[in-house]
């Protein structure tokens, strides 16, 4: 205290100090100056500090605090620690909350806040206070549910036609649209007369619905698949089926069967050198290949003579043929218009050093029948299940010949007994 008070007197006495005496007599320096009042410094304009007033529910607003004088800070008294800003304050109350929350909400937005206010939330319902119709339900995706996909063979009946082709209906939101060079196999010149309305049939989806709904459908694709499919049934059973000539060029002829377009080569035919003269004339064919995918379908004139046999044989029948040829692995017998194979290991049930040890080349025999396959015309034989015991026909082969009728049916009962066991 005392020694701020002796800065401001030395302060004021160092400012009315006579000029230096330096200067000489008669000098214009020499004369007295006037006093000169102190400049005063530049004080800092004061800002009032910020303060944060508490607005509690359970007290009354206090009134807007009006100017105030600036006031130097108060020491604590006595016996008291300094406080800090937060006990002042009370910050503990506050804790958590943002800026935003102490500003309020923005004025400009506070009609789109009410309108945008969140409505009382409502009870949760459950399933059971609905009205629920599961009939309903799922007669609501039956409509919408797609109808048609490609490849899928549907039912339905003709509601209408137009020069172009055929409106079905096969259950779906739209009719199903069947052109014309699609209404089946040939050529159709009366459409109404072939597809009256209401005629129920049988359809292949060959193109899945458009945006309208509308599918693509055929009858001609449903019937060369159902043709194919009897033809390759055909082929398994090794039929002989009859067909007629409707065409010929340099390599055979041409037919048709089940609505399909067959081929003859020459070299299968019985008269190749005179093709040209067979069409309008039914000949009666075999199969070489029936392949859908790629549309080939060859027959054959002179395996169907072959397959005609095989229509009179039989798994246990025994038959007579003549040993045409000698391979290694066996021998190759001729049953009057097929061969058969009677293999090295069905020849005796005895210990066999060569094939021709027991029957050779022109030799006719009886053999039992052990295998059919049409499709491919093999014929498996076997002579071993003759003998009354292994090896019999490599020492008394005419006895076993002269009684090959005798020994067959003994050896037909060995068969069934054998396809039993096998499953």
């Known amino acids: 205290m005392w020694s701020s008070e002796l800065t401001v007197e030395m302060a004021d006495t160092g400012s009315q100090q006579p000029p230096s005496s330096s200067a000489g007599p008669g000098s214009s320096s020499s004369r007295p100056r006037p006093p000169v009042a102190p400049r005063p410094l530049p004080v800092a304009p004061l800002r009032k500090p910020p303060q944060v007033v508490m607005i509690r529910k359970d007290e009354p607003t206090p009134p807007a605090p009006g100017p105030k004088t600036l006031q130097a800070p108060q020491p604590a008294p006595p016996g008291l620690p300094p406080s800090d800003d937060g006990e002042l304050f009370e910050m503990g109350s506050m804790e958590g909350l943002s800026m935003a929350d102490l500003l309020g909400p923005d004025p400009s937005q506070r009609g ?12 949760a319902r459950s399933v059971d206070d609905f009205d629920f119709d599961e009939e309903a339900f799922l007669a609501a995706l039956d409509d919408h549910e797609p109808h048609g996909t490609t490849g899928e063979v549907v039912r339905g009946t003709v509601i209408g036609m137009e020069s172009d082709g055929v409106y079905v209906d096969i259950g779906g939101k739209a009719p199903g649209f069947m052109p014309k060079s699609e209404c089946g196999l040939g050529v159709i010149t009366n459409l109404k007369e072939r597809f009256p309305k209401g005629l129920e049939l049988e359809v292949l989806v060959t193109r ?21 499919e009897k033809v390759r049934q055909l082929e398994k059973e090794g039929k002989v089926v009859q067909v007629k000539v409707n065409g010929f060029n340099r390599g055979g002829v041409t037919c048709e069967l089940e609505g399909l377009r067959g081929f003859i080569p020459r070299s299968q035919l019985q008269e190749g050198e005179n ?70 290991s069905a020849i005796t049930g005895g210990q066999l050093r060569d094939v021709r040890e027991v029957f050779g080349q022109g030799e006719r025999l009886q053999a039992l029948i052990t295998e059919l396959d049409p499709g491919r015309g093999r014929i498996a034989l076997n002579t071993a299940l003759l003998e009354g015991q292994p090896g019999e026909l490599l020492i008394a082969r005419d006895t076993v010949m002269a009684e090959a009728a005798d020994r067959a049916n003994r050896a037909r009962a060995s068969l069934r007994q054998r396809e039993q066991d096998a499953g």
């Open 112 to 123: 789109q806040a009410k309108r945008s206010a969140p409505t009382p939330k409502q009870a």
């Open 208 to 228: 899945e619905q458009n945006a309208d709904g509308m599918v693509t459908i055929s009858a001609r694709a449903l019937a060369l698949r159902q043709s194919w």
């Open 275 to 344: 093709h040209e003269a067979l069409v309008g004339k039914t000949l009666g064919a075999a199969f070489l290949e029936v392949n859908p995918e790629t549309r080939k379908l060859v027959l054959s004139e002179k395996r169907a003579a072959t397959a005609a046999l095989f229509q009179n044989l039989e798994v246990g029948q025994l038959v007579e043929g003549q040993v045409v040829s000698i391979k290694p692995y066996g021998l190759f017998v001729d049953l009057g218009g097929v061969s058969g194979l009677l293999h090295q």
